[in-house]
């Protein structure tokens, strides 16, 4: 396994924990000898929620599509509203 394999599967780990669990990997992860100074290393800014990779994905530059959903419906089926 890569190095970058790992450090993704890591994160993808660490995104499905539950509060609790995240906790004791992080208690865990500061017993180890070897990780713990990247643990207890200072954060140059606050810890950030991950964004969801999908946000924005259903742009369109055209406002709020949720406003006019009928219209857009109506006209994909060719129905009148």
Known sequence: ?????????LHH????????QAGRLLRLVKTDPELAEAANEDL?????????SIAGIGASGEGDLSERV???LAERFNRSV
């Open 44 to 52: 140059p800014e606050p810890v950030r929620r991950r964004r969801l």
């Open 70 to 72: 009928e219209a857009l």
């Open 1 to 9: 396994m890569s190095a970058g394999h790992a450090h993704e599967e």
């Open 13 to 20: 780990l660490v995104d499905r924990l539950s509060p609790d």
